[in-house]
């Protein structure tokens, strides 16, 4: 004999319910296929209601909408943007509280973000900043998480769309927000605060103020040092990446504003003497300072490599610049050094995923070969027989890339540049 059921458990209302809550455990429990699957039954039931029933479980079946996007946004950012955009309507029509059309507007806007739409997530985060504006002070006040969040979402779409000037506005906006919170005690803002020191690094590093880019990203390093101290296992590639990014822009270090406000005039010899050895100066002291980030972001990976083989290509990417460093430093031995070592690295990546990294490798390769070309020209022999292995080797990996667009178009462009010139010495040596 079959146990009784539970009365109402068939009936659509009590379905629904069921599915939702188990769509909100399963997310809780991070399965998110399984919460997927599950939101989209409970939709596919509402959709076979009657239509009195439809208006009564309307703002339920919005919110299962935003859920529904929210999980697919990565995905299928356009069928995410439909869900979100039918919720609003829900929304909208039913007079629902605020802060569900807020939140559905935020929803949005990412999604239109995630498709690169920029002008419609403008248009959405534009709406939720109206809001906030429009708001009280003592509201304004606890409403300052969304706020920053909005300018720091608008921020990055400047950034996008390498509008360094507006993306500047939007970060500092965020900035300021974020660092009152932390000021007043509110530490979970603190890994938004770091976030925001950092894009405004590169915002400025996008107009070549490498000055001020730094003075943010010592800002962020200092966050994320204080972070990493109490979450090493969340924040420690986060400080890593800000030691490399210093090193980058000191390697990179080319600030115009500093260098038209402290030329010297040209009049006389030894103020011009004296002005080149001022420069000679200042670069060495920039080649120090970026020598001693790099090192100090591969120690970082290299730490983290032990746990979790994913930081590697991050180590060899870090020796890789140290021979950038020293490249553009003029000198050269020590450059080569520092891209031997970053090959072998990058060879034993590829060994393992070629597809993804071929390409690391011929990059590295190219860099040397730029070096092995001028030593070839002033008569070194072995020069030219490790140009041709290291050529050779870079036809191969190319070869596994059908395509000849983008970087890798322009990589087997390089090489027939370097097979030529190279096929060029040796015919005179002969």
Sequence with gaps: MKPPEHPGAASPAARIDMLNRRGQQLLKEGKRAAALSTFRESLEIMDTLPEDARTAVAPVKAAVLNHVGALIADDDPAAAIEAHQ??????EQTDHNPQAVLNTRLMLADAYQRARKFYFARKHYRAVLEWYRSRMPEERRTQRPLAASVYWHLGNIALEE??????????????????????????????????????????????????????????????????????????????????????????????????????????????????KKEQEQKAEADRRQAEEYYRQALALYQQLAEQDSMYAPHAATVIHNLGVLYDEHKDHARAMEFYRDALQKRRMLAEADPETFNADVCITIFNMLTLLLARAEGGDAAALDEADALMDEARRRLAIYPHDDGVIGGMKADLTYYRKHFDLLRRRRK
Excluded: M
Aim: charged share 30%.
């Design 162 to 275: 390498s509008k360094a000037v507006e993306a500047k506005e939007k970060f500092l906006k965020a900035w300021e927000l974020y660092r009152e919170l932390t000021d007043e005690g509110q530490e979970a803002f603190r890994p938004w605060l770091a976030a925001t020191l950092n894009n405004l690094a590169v915002a400025e590093k996008l107009e070549n103020h490498y000055s001020e880019a730094v003075r943010y990203y010592r800002a962020a390093l200092q966050e994320y040092r204080q972070l990493a101290r109490r979450r090493p296992e969340v924040f420690l590639p986060y400080l890593a990446a800000t030691f490399h990014q210093l090193g980058n822009a000191f390697t990179e270090k080319k600030d115009v504003r500093d260098e038209a406000a402290g030329a010297a005039p040209l009049t006389g010899f030894g103020i011009l003497t004296l002005a």
């Design 86 to 91: 039918a919720a609003l309507k829900i929304f």
